[in-house]
T-cell receptor, first 113, second 112 residues
């Protein structure tokens, strides 16, 4: 089984709808990073969470790290076509290893106009 | 503009040949990383370097080699020993510690 499980693997939503992507770790998280990727391109950093219960927002995207620090969720409000892409969570299991991450399989998001 | 540059974007090689992927950064980052991405498997760490002239194996280092002779450069060689080299390769860099990594645009390697 994967150390870091993302769900769902793919998602198709109508423009304007809300959606949530989950990331569950089998180990304690010291840091959880969310990235977005357009197909065939590099990763763009979205947010980093470190403290249990922490919540961060950027524009219409909100990420939370649960109290027990083993699960994170990414929520998009009022989705737009520009939100389409692959969302990846990356786990820091050994404290302050921001580039040495275990990644989930990714969630491919399509937004229908 | 500061950033991390990978070249080439697409690379085709015949089976049995070694090939070197370039990664250069002008962000003055200490640490650099190489990841491999396959469909449905997310990213997996190949090698990383936290300081010049030093590097460590990641989770899937077999069949790959790296060097870190300059702070700004971290080339990856895919050797003929790598059994399944066709993949999308991503280079990243960051300051040491718990800061986010910046990624290059990737190199898609196809071995025929």
């Amino acid at each position: 089984s994967q150390e870091l499980e993302q769900s769902p693997q793919s998602l198709i939503v109508q423009e304007g709808k809300n959606l949530t992507i989950n990331c569950t770790s089998s180990k304690t998280l010291y840091g959880l990073y969310w990235y977005k990727q357009k197909y065939g391109e590099g990763l763009i950093f979205l947010m980093m969470l470190q403290k249990g219960g922490e919540e961060k927002s950027h524009e219409k995207i909100t990420a939370k790290l649960d109290e027990k620090k083993q699960q994170s969720s990414l929520h998009i409000t009022a989705s737009q076509p520009s939100h389409a892409g692959i969302y990846l969570c990356g786990a820091d299991h050994k404290y302050n290893q921001g580039g040495k991450l275990i990644f989930g399989q990714g969630t491919e998001l399509s937004v229908k106009p | 503009d500061g950033g991390i540059t990978q070249s080439p974007k697409y690379l085709f090689r015949k089976e049995g040949q070694n090939v070197t992927l370039s990664c250069e950064q002008n962000l003055n980052h200490d640490a650099m990383y190489w990841y491999r991405q396959d469909p449905g498997q997310g990213l997996r760490l190949i090698y990383y370097s936290q300081i010049v002239n030093d590097f460590q194996k990641g989770d899937i280092a077999e069949g790959y080699s790296v060097s870190r002779e300059k702070k700004e450069s971290f080339p990856l060689t895919v050797t003929s020993a790598q059994k399944n080299p066709t993949a999308f390769y991503l280079c990243a860099s960051n300051w040491q510690g718990g800061t986010e990594a910046f990624f290059g645009q990737g190199t898609r390697l196809t071995v025929v």
